[in-house]
């Protein structure tokens, strides 16, 4: 009976075991699985048709050149290689510019029919309207093919706007390029204080004062995310705009300030880590050949911990890519390629939390929105593995 | 000529009264060995003379060490000049991470030698006197962490002398190694004490009456007699000395 | 001898170099803490003067410009308590099992390397995974169960980790005392191994509810409220929290510069809770590692 009830508990105790990994399994499908229905989803809004004249020769529209033809970027078909026509561009709501209430029926009946007529007397239009006011016989234009969103797209795409219709465009560069400069930005600036601050406390300061520094580390890690992109919002994205006249502080900039700031604990309490476990036999060698601490540092201690060094870096990378609120709040979120620090950017994760709230569930944005987390999640784990790979690796 | 002169030693780590009055003279070009059961102060003793205990924090001195006549521990005394001077190999073959050239060239790099042709040279001329040159030779870019443990500790030698100091101090410099590596390190002792004036601290009393010219034998942190190896080993002048030598405990 | 007669000022030169670098990495470990004393400072003063009674115990007003903040209080204890339900007994078991029970080594390794890249997961993955299984999937809605399981598997892998740790610090002679004495494993495991790991376990629990206190990113999408007055009924219901109303009322509210000074007032709420479990978790380890050295 109690060996019964043993076995019971180790059961249990068995299973406790698996969920972390479990979990992570369970992320990777979902993630997947809502991201993949992207490749699947037409280009254009569900529901709605694209139709030229029949003379028209062109034969399909990238989602970029619908955006274009749609914000009056491109005027002529000729731009993208069609005839020389000038566009015009018809959406629904236009309908009532063409007829009048009686011409279209008290039930909207001879909208189709209206349709169909106009796209065929004008040359140069593009119509962008309901499937089902599609005349079902006889349509006198030509309905373009529904394309699909293409990987090349996603990930090659150097556009974001993914409310524009009719065809939003989802194009991962701007967003990722803006995570990578304000993540390498805050690396870049949290650096130097974090292995100073290890070297600190691991090799300089007395008992006392690392005793009293270690809950400081602690607590700073501690702040949630959300009261750093405050404070960098009521403080540094003014201080910022005013001390170099710009005409916004939301910047680049100022996210990898704040971001520094949260990437200092884990850089510190990592690297600090693994000076620590530097022989003290190592040290001493050293010493007793006349070398100065400083030198017994930088000369025996960082090359022997340098694996558990990087590690600190890599995870403090890993922190910087994947935080949202502080960013969310503080870099501006325009989604163009950042061309300088000083310009408002968009990250990864702070599109996820700005747009998933507005993005209907299975839509495509949706959809685009949980690759973009796949992609985040991938960066994040290959940050993981080449942690790991780092600190298994043997020390020269 | 007196090369170390301890004079009425005390230490403490804190409370623990570790050292107590301890007096010595060492000549210059001998070997002298420390014996004594673990804990009785030896190797503090030791590592009083290159001022390695000052790494431990909350420890006190009382008492004067004079090296060549200068007072080790007074204010205008540095510490690196000072282990510059007295060289030091510890119990565990403790190579640096990097090649088996650069833990040689390591001392000299540190202290400013830029002069690669004199610090090829050194770290040669070093090799060659603990014997490890012919081993070693073909190999002076690999990890010093490929070598075996013997060859690891006499790198370690080679690497205190290198930066030419006139004493070493050796702390149980062959309690992790194989017999084989032991003697040859033995002899290595005999040939250098022609040259510097050895201090090493020993489990082993086969050691020490083989390598040291004098032994001190400590217990519960006093001296209780030092003086040729040759009396202490044959014919002890106090009984406890006698009882640990004839291996009655320790 | 020549070499050391060569090097006589260089020892000038290298001790200035100590100086210098030990100068400057002290002048930055005290930025880096001065760094911190502003954050707070700053959050400190500008909230004291907005802390009141009413603020604590009444529901926002006017466009969240007035009135308090009773109801994201509430709201994020609930999610406190619900994701610690969840996630304290599976990440102690889970501990238990790996310091324990796991003899596979290379089972072993694959958990810890899972548990690893779980707490690399960034919270807004969480969140986009809380809303796609809890959320949509199982038909949850925006709900305090929602949002209480995706908190509690992302606080797991600190739970497992400083339950690993304080159980592998206990000697293992204690282990081998008991078993000796003819308990068995699950007795020697909870009557002497759990007893004398538990102030660290707690350590761990507790710091893991500061984390989760503050998290945005995942209750997001799973359960925060944008405005809500009236509390929750139940577990399916949305709640309000107070690191998204922080978010909600100093970006998107509707009056952001009248709500600044509610805004300061949540900040320095939710550094309270830091604080305060900061410094528990701080206590409770230098008192129970007294203890121990004591007996």
């Not at chain 1, 922190?319 to 979120?333: D, Q, S, Y």
């Not at chain 1, 790979?389 to 043997?394: G, Q, T």
């Not at chain 2, 080790?72 to 190579?95: A, C």
């Not at chain 3, 603020?55 to 466009?63: M, Q, V, Y």
Request: net charge neutral; glycine share 8%.
């Amino acid at each position: 009976m109690r060996k019964f009830f043993e076995k019971i508990v180790e059961g249990g105790l068995l299973i406790s075991g698996s969920v972390s990994s479990l979990t992570i399994l369970l992320i990777v499908f979902f993630l997947f699985k809502e991201a993949g229905g992207l490749f699947n989803t037409p280009a254009t809004e569900e529901g709605y048709v694209l139709a030229v004249n029949k003379s028209n020769d062109v034969g399909k529209l990238s989602p970029e050149m619908i955006m274009d033809i749609f914000d009056g970027n491109i005027t002529n078909w000729k731009d993208i290689s069609g005839m020389d026509q000038d566009i015009l561009i018809f959406r629904f709501s236009d309908l009532t510019n063409y007829y009048t209430e009686e011409e279209l029926g008290d039930e909207f009946q001879y909208v189709p029919q209206k349709i169909s007529e106009l796209v065929a007397k004008e040359p140069g239009i593009i119509a962008f309207f309901p499937k089902q006011y599609l005349l079902e016989n006889g349509f006198q234009g030509k309905v373009l093919p529904e394309e699909k969103i293409t990987l090349g797209e996603f990930f090659g795409g150097t556009k974001w706007y993914p409310t524009s219709t009719p065809a939003p465009i989802f194009g991962l560069i701007p967003l990722l390029l803006g995570t990578l400069l304000v993540s390498i930005g805050a690396i870049v600036l949290s650096l130097p204080f974090g292995i100073a601050v290890a070297i600190y406390m691991a090799e300089i300061a007395n008992k006392r004062t690392r005793g009293l520094l270690k809950p400081i580390i602690e607590l700073l890690a501690g702040i949630p995310s959300v009261v750093y992109g405050f404070f960098g919002l009521a403080v540094i994205v003014p201080l910022i705009q005013k001390t170099f006249d710009l005409p916004v502080g939301e910047t680049a900039f100022a996210g990898s300030v704040v971001l520094a700031i949260m990437a200092l604990p884990t850089i510190i309490t990592v690297a600090e880590d693994a000076m620590r476990t530097t022989p003290r036999a190592m040290k001493e060698a050293s010493l007793a050949l006349g070398a100065t601490q400083w030198q017994t540092i930088y000369k025996v201690i960082i090359p022997y911990s340098i694996s558990g060094i990087t590690s600190a870096i890599v995870l403090g990378i890993g922190r910087a890519i994947g935080e949202t609120m502080a960013v969310l709040m503080v870099t501006g979120n325009a989604a163009v390629i950042p061309t300088s620090f000083f310009e408002p950017v968009r990250t990864i994760p702070a599109t996820i939390a700005a747009e998933l709230g507005e993005a209907p569930a299975g839509g495509a944005h949706y959809e685009a929105l949980f690759l973009l987390g796949a992609v985040l999640f991938l960066i994040t784990l290959i940050l993981s593995i080449s942690v790991e790979y780092i600190s298994s690796k043997r020390k020269i | 000529m007196i090369k170390i002169d301890a004079q009425n030693v005390d230490f403490y780590y804190g409370d623990f009264h570790a050292l107590k009055n301890i007096s010595m003279q060492i000549e210059a070009n001998t070997s002298v060995a420390f014996i004594g059961p673990s804990g009785c102060g030896k190797s503090t003793f030791l590592r009083l003379f290159n001022r390695m205990n000052d790494l431990i924090p909350d420890t006190r001195l009382e008492g004067k060490i004079f090296i060549d006549g200068r007072d080790i521990y007074s204010k205008g005394e540095k510490v690196d000049t000072l282990r510059k001077n007295v060289g030091m190999v510890f119990q565990k073959p403790n190579p640096f991470p990097k090649t088996i050239f650069e833990n040689v060239a390591y001392g000299l790099r540190v202290n400013g030698v830029k002069d690669n042709e004199y610090i090829e040279e050194t770290v040669i001329k070093s090799l060659k006197q603990v014997v490890l040159w012919d081993e070693v030779k073909d190999k002076l870019k690999d990890s010093a962490f490929a070598l075996s443990g013997g060859q690891q500790q006499r790198l370690c030698i080679a690497r205190a002398l290198a930066i030419s100091p006139s004493i070493l101090l050796m702390d149980e410099p062959t309690s992790a190694l194989d017999p084989i590596s032991t003697g040859k390190i033995e002899d290595l002792i005999h040939e250098l004490k022609k040259e510097y004036t050895i201090v090493i601290v020993t489990h082993n009393m086969q050691q020490a009456a083989r390598v040291s010219d004098k032994t001190g034998y400590f217990y519960l942190g006093e001296l209780v007699e030092y003086g040729e190896t040759r009396k202490i080993f044959t014919n002890p002048e106090k009984e406890s000395t006698q009882n640990y030598i004839t291996g009655r405990f320790g | 001898m020549a070499p050391v007669q060569k090097l006589e000022n260089i020892d000038l030169k290298k001790r200035t170099s100590q100086k210098f670098a030990f100068g400057f990495f002290t002048l930055l470990s005290y930025l880096v803490v001065a760094i911190l004393f502003v954050i707070l400072g700053f959050i400190i003063i500008k909230g004291g003067s907005v802390i009141s009674w009413d603020f604590l115990t009444k529901a926002p007003e006017e466009g969240m410009t007035e009135g308090g903040i009773f109801p994201a209080i509430v709201g994020t204890f609930y999610l406190i308590a619900g994701s610690s339900i969840i996630s304290f007994p599976i990440g102690i078991m889970s501990g238990i099992y790996m310091n324990e029970y796991a003899t596979n080594g290379k089972l072993v390794r694959f958990i810890r390397i899972m548990t690893n890249n779980l707490s690399g997961v960034p919270s807004v993955v969480f969140g986009l995974f809380g809303m796609s299984l809890f959320v949509n999937a199982l038909g949850w809605g925006d709900s305090i169960i929602a949002g209480s399981f995706t908190l509690a598997l992302m606080s797991l892998p600190l739970i497992i980790r400083t339950t690993e740790e304080a159980l592998k610090s206990i000697d293992d002679s204690f282990r081998h005392g008991s078993l000796a004495l003819g308990a068995t494993k699950l007795q020697t495991i909870r009557r002497v191994v759990l007893p004398m790991a538990f102030p660290n376990i707690i350590t761990g629990l507790i710091l893991s509810v500061g984390r989760v206190s503050g998290e945005t990113a995942p209750i997001l999408f799973t359960v925060a409220a944008y405005f809500l007055p009236q509390l929750p009924g139940s577990i399916f219901d949305q709640c309000m929290a107070l690191p998204y109303h922080l978010y909600v009322i100093s970006t998107s509210g509707t009056d952001i510069e009248a709500s600044r000074g509610m805004a300061y007032g949540t900040a320095l709420v939710l550094i309270a809770i830091v604080l305060v479990v900061n410094l528990l978790a701080n206590l409770l380890r230098n008192y129970f590692a007294k203890k121990v050295k004591m007996n």
